[in-house]
């Protein structure tokens, strides 16, 4: 098992930024690879970002967060981040983190597969 708590949201103006963490604890943190996403009120689910377990950490973005949001990983300390840049009103959702421990890089995690689901954190951006 993996538990995955995310934290770091909150309520922000257009053009601000934020900085979600997700710990993580259970297992080998370096054995998953990780994945962002995000859920608006009467939407589905929709992928953000991923990140994969390997050395060289390849990192993966939806279109509608390129260049925009940055995702990182701290080994030593079990934690991904995801650096959220020029925010707008249409990025507020809940965010939420997750780990897939397969060996295919990012596809399971673009897919919305994971084997661990974190809770979530409220990100909201105002006009």
């Known amino acids: 098992q993996v538990q995955l708590v995310e934290s770091g949201g909150g309520l922000v103006q257009a053009g601000g930024s934020l900085r979600l963490s997700c710990a993580a604890s259970?297992?080998?943190?370096?054995?998953?690879?990780m994945g962002w996403f995000r859920q608006a009120p009467g939407k589905e689910r929709e992928f953000v970002a991923a990140?994969?377990?390997?050395?060289?950490?390849?990192?993966y973005y939806a279109d509608s967060v390129k260049g925009r949001f940055t995702i990182s990983r701290d080994n030593a300390k079990n934690t991904v981040f995801l650096q959220m840049n020029s925010l707008r009103p249409d990025d507020t959702a809940v965010y939420c983190c997750?780990?897939?421990?397969?060996?295919?890089?990012?596809?399971?995690?673009?897919?919305?597969?994971?084997?661990?689901w974190g809770q979530g954190t409220q990100v909201t951006v105002s006009s």
């Open positions: 990140i994969t377990k390997t050395s060289t950490s390849i990192t």
């Open positions: 259970g297992r080998t943190f370096s054995n998953y690879n």
């Open positions: 997750a780990a897939d421990g397969g060996p295919y890089g990012t596809s399971r995690l673009r897919r919305a597969q994971a084997d661990y």
